[in-house]
Structure formats: structure tokens, C-alpha cells
């Protein structure tokens, strides 16, 4: 059950009380079938949070590299899962608890913070929003140390935004976290609108990290889709003498994404000089 709801949902469910009352949870745990009365429309969990981080951050050039040419593109998602391997061994350093990974679609990754109240006691108000933007900071810096092992440019973009947000459990088979609001439909905006190889911010969380100490730089006026024109910020970092905490050791899944990379490039060369 942990390995597919965040652990304070996980434990919701997890309680013995809830165990002993509840069907989907026997049933998630193999113990037991689903009744056939059982809908799997029955709200399962829903928890709204204020003061929440949302990141989307996205790597637009991907498709570019991805062919399914090559034998139907398996060597391309094969270098996609160790990219997004690497961002998930990022993401259990303990610097990032209070981080969820929400989900991944396609190139675009998808995480939150502030979600678990148990992170959110322990920490600053804003500890966790620093925390992601550190994240995302440091995704650029394992994309780039990746980029120098496969000979490759891959450029991440990324949008975050706080505030409000629902989360919830939805389906029983196959049951899914994630969250819906305001919040992640901005953070969507800012990264679907921002620039490669940038952090792109809304306003009032500018002001927030402003006052944390992170360099920013202003972009101006957006336009976004259901927002209008908006205030954006682009994420430069920390301030001086702060930025060897993002300091990191290469993954070891850099060598496999190198070699993966080298055989798909052979195979192009290979074959415009077969159309040549």
C-alpha cells in the first residue's frame, strides 16, 4: 500500500480500526475480493492543506530524442526511466521528506509538499516550499551531470506555485493519489508557459523565497490561460555561499543512460547514411 500512496495516506488506511471496517483495504492488502455492492465511486480519503508547494517540471526537448524508429523507441524510454530513477533517489535524500512525488506523465514530473501534517509540524511554515524549490534546483543539476555522460542536452523547465490544493484517493482496483485546485492548475501554467532550463514562479511565491534569501530574477508579464497576465519570477538560487548544499554525487544510473544514448546516436548515424 505504501508503494503507491504517500505514506500519511497509507497510514490513514493502515490503522487498525480502518482495517478492520473497510473492504478496499483488505482488498488492496490481497487479504480479501471486493464486494460486488462496493462502489468504487465511495470517497476513499480527501484532505484539503493550505500553504502547499506544487512543482510540475517538464523536459519539452525529450521529444526530440525520443524515435520509436529504433527499435520502438525501448532504448529512448529506457533512458527516460533512468532519468526519472535518478529524480526519485533525489527525491529520498532526507532533505526532501516533505516532498511526495505525485506522478509522472510522460517527460513531466509531478510532485508536492506540505502535504503530510507530520512534516509540516516539525518544520517552519515555509521550510517545506524552500525544500521543493531546492528539489527542483537540484533536478536541473542531476539532469546536467546526466547530460555530460550521454552527450546530450536535455533541458529541464519547471513551474511551482503555492497555496491551496485538494488531495485525495480516487478508484478502488487500481486506487490513485492526487491533488486538484487552483494551485496545481498555476503551477501547470508555470511551467507549460516558462523557459527551458528555468524555474518559473508566480508572485506571491517570489515574495515568500525573497524573504528566504533565494535569488530571483523578474520575467514580466505572462500571459496564462484562465489567469490572464500574470507576474512571473525566474529562480536564479540561493544566496552566496549557500549553494554547496545542492552539491550532489553523480547517480549511478548516469553510465547505463551514457551507454543507452551512445547506441541509440550510432543507430541514427547509421541509418541517414543509409537514406544518404
Not at 78 to 105: G, H, M, Q, W, Y
Not at 143 to 159: D, I, P
Amino acid at each position: 500500500l505504501r508503494n503507491i500512496l504517500p505514506d500519511h495516506v497509507a497510514n490513514h488506511f493502515l490503522t487498525q480500526d480502518r482495517q478492520a471496517e473497510h473492504p478496499w483495504v483488505q482488498f488492496t492488502l490481497g487479504r480479501v475480493p471486493l464486494p460486488k455492492d462496493f462502489s468504487e465511486d465511495e470517497e476513499l480519503y480527501s484532505q484539503s492543506r493550505n500553504n502547499v508547494g506544487v512543482m510540475f517540471a517538464s523536459i519539452p526537448n525529450f521529444t526530440e530524442f525520443y524515435s520509436e524508429d529504433i527499435n520502438k523507441g525501448i532504448e529512448c524510454i529506457r533512458l527516460l526511466n533512468e532519468i526519472i530513477v535518478d529524480f526519485d533517489e533525489l527525491l529520498a535524500e532526507p532533505r526532501f521528506s516533505s516532498i511526495e512525488k505525485i506522478k509522472t506523465v510522460g517527460a513531466s514530473y509531478m510532485a508536492a509538499s506540505g502535504l503530510n501534517p507530520t512534516h509540516r509540524g516539525r518544520e517552519g511554515e515555509n521550510d517545506h516550499i524552500c525544500a521543493l524549490v531546492d528539489f527542483a534546483i537540484a533536478m536541473k543539476q542531476c539532469l546536467e551531470e546526466l547530460n555530460k555522460h550521454s552527450f546530450n542536452n536535455f533541458q529541464l523547465r519547471v513551474g511551482i506555485s503555492t497555496g491551496a490544493l485538494v488531495g485525495g484517493v480516487i478508484g478502488a482496483r487500481k486506487p490513485v493519489y492526487d491533488v486538484w485546485g487552483n494551485t496545481v492548475n498555476e503551477a501547470s501554467r508555470m511551467d507549460s508557459t516558462g523557459t527551458m532550463g528555468r524555474i518559473q514562479i508566480p508572485k506571491e511565491t517570489a515574495m515568500m523565497l525573497t524573504a528566504r534569501g533565494y535569488q530571483l530574477e523578474y520575467r514580466g508579464l505572462v500571459p496564462v490561460k484562465g489567469k490572464g497576465e500574470m507576474e512571473t519570477y525566474y529562480v536564479v538560487g540561493r544566496a552566496a555561499g549557500i549553494q554547496g548544499a545542492f552539491t550532489r554525487t553523480p547517480s549511478q544510473h548516469a553510465s547505463l543512460a551514457a551507454v543507452v544514448y551512445g547506441m541509440v546516436q550510432a543507430r541514427r548515424r547509421q541509418n541517414t547514411r543509409v537514406v544518404v
